[in-house]
């Protein structure tokens, strides 16, 4: 069963859906370059073979009694996460987007700058390769909008490659955004004065499957996030951070 260990425990989190073509790479590349650390996959009811693939791979694997979306089944794994004790949690897609070599500098960022929350951005000193038109799209927009709120500037608003500490993942065990959670997430991180850091990575292609992203979809997902952040403000008015 996994455990937190050693002087700064740090889990690695894989949220999956229906990846059964691309966890088990992810998984043994993870393993290959990181062998000290734990990872959780949290399977949300797939249809395919994702949760065998994944413990043959040896990943711990918790599936959700029925579909939670991202945001449900990332909250399961820091809840549990904190839970264990452990002190740091790094989140990175089972797709294959998110190349496992950044784990040590999302690491070494979180333990060095005292952020609370540090991202993987595509577009620092990079050029968002990979990303769809419809995505970036919506990146621009949230750049510009999280900016007036953060007064800060994002940017990669959208991106799911994230480390938290334990003052962030005890917030989001609690408590955290349901569908299209990255963005929701920076807002209640200011309202509750917590910092976070974004370090440059390269995204990749996904090795299998399809993305949910789509120009419909897209519309909606502005809509939503929107309502939530403003759910969010009202929520933590006032809040202080809690240390």
Same mark, same amino acid.
């Given at each position: 069963m996994i455990a937190a260990t050693?002087?700064?425990?740090l889990m690695i989190l894989i949220p999956a859906f229906n990846e059964e073509g691309a966890i088990a790479?992810? /998984?043994? %590349?993870?393993? %290959?370059?990181?062998? $000290?650390l734990p990872i959780l996959v949290v399977d949300d009811c797939s249809a395919d073979g994702t949760r065998t693939v994944a413990l043959e791979a040896g990943a711990d694997v918790? !599936? +959700?009694?029925?579909?939670? @979306?991202?945001?449900g089944c990332v909250q399961a794994g820091y809840r549990l996460a904190f839970d264990l004790g452990f002190q740091y949690v790094i989140r990175l897609d089972g797709d294959g987007q998110h190349d496992p070599a950044y784990v040590g500098l999302i690491r070494d960022t979180l333990?060095? &700058?005292?952020?609370?929350?540090? /991202?993987? &951005?595509?577009? +620092?000193?990079?050029? @968002?390769?990979? !990303?769809?038109?419809?995505?970036? /799209?919506?990146?621009? *927009? *949230?750049?510009?909008?999280?900016?007036? /709120?953060l007064r800060k500037e994002v940017h990669d608003p959208t991106s799911g490659y994230v480390g938290v500490n334990?003052? #962030?993942? %005890? +917030? *989001?065990?609690? &408590? *955290?955004?349901? $569908?299209?959670? %990255?963005? $929701? #997430?920076l807002v209640v991180l200011q309202r509750l004065t917590f910092r976070f850091e974004e370090v440059p990575v390269k995204m990749r292609a996904r090795m299998a499957g399809v993305s949910t992203i789509t120009a419909v979809r897209s519309f909606y997902y502005v809509l939503h996030v929107l309502l939530g952040v403003l759910v969010n403000i009202l929520k933590y008015q006032g809040s202080k951070r809690r240390l």
């Open positions: 050693g002087q700064h425990p790479t992810v /998984i043994g %590349e993870l393993r %290959e370059q990181h062998p $000290e918790i !599936t +959700v009694p029925y579909h939670l @979306g991202l945001g333990l060095t &700058s005292g952020a609370q929350m540090v /991202i993987g &951005s595509r577009y +620092v000193n990079g050029d @968002g390769k990979h !990303t769809s038109v419809a995505r970036g /799209i919506g990146i621009v *927009f *949230f750049r510009w909008f999280l900016a007036l /709120i334990r003052q #962030a993942l %005890e +917030v *989001f065990a609690r &408590s *955290f955004p349901l $569908e299209y959670p %990255e963005i $929701e #997430a």
